[in-house]
């Protein structure tokens, strides 16, 4: 990356610090933030008329976005929210869209911020449809084993697909 080309696409990120059980996007609202964790969790939640389902998390050193509402310019379907206090680096959609028109790199970061958001959601995709629930439960903890100290056990129930109640006897049986 040219000095030119950081220059111009840090200034037009802003740093923001959140706290915990911030939403940062509720059902409804567009996306305009493509964002890069410093600090923090996030989780991605849809609320039904009697349960939340989690199906998903970010962590940080890792980009977040409700990406297809950032993409469409559509109303987001799910919500997201800080589950711990969290600092985050956005960028609007707009702000984006003049790096990539500016800059050399622009692309560059835009596609690698997508790579990793589709490859996160193909794997889980592929996860709940090839995977025991054991086997989820055993790959998140070794795939990401601060998941466990830093999201509510019912959290990962739902995000693995399985009731809280189902997931305490998974964990009698493995331990």
Known sequence: MTDGDWLYFRAKLKKYAFPKKSLLLREGQVENHLSFIETGTVRFFVAGAEDERTFG??????????????????????????????????????????????????????????????????????????????????????????LFQQVPLKYIASYIGITPQALSRIRKRIS
């Open 57 to 146: 998390f970010a962590f940080a050193n890792n980009f977040v976005s409700a990406y297809d509402s950032f993409l469409a310019r559509t109303p987001s379907v799910y919500h997201m929210e800080m589950l711990t206090p969290g600092v985050l680096w956005r960028l609007t959609y707009s702000d984006l869209q003049d790096v990539y028109a500016n800059t050399g790199i622009g692309n560059q970061i835009g596609r690698l911020a997508c790579e990793e958001l589709f490859l996160k959601k193909s794997k889980r995709e592929l996860s709940l449809l090839n995977e025991t629930a054991t086997q989820r439960y055993l790959n998140l903890m070794e795939e990401q084993p601060l």
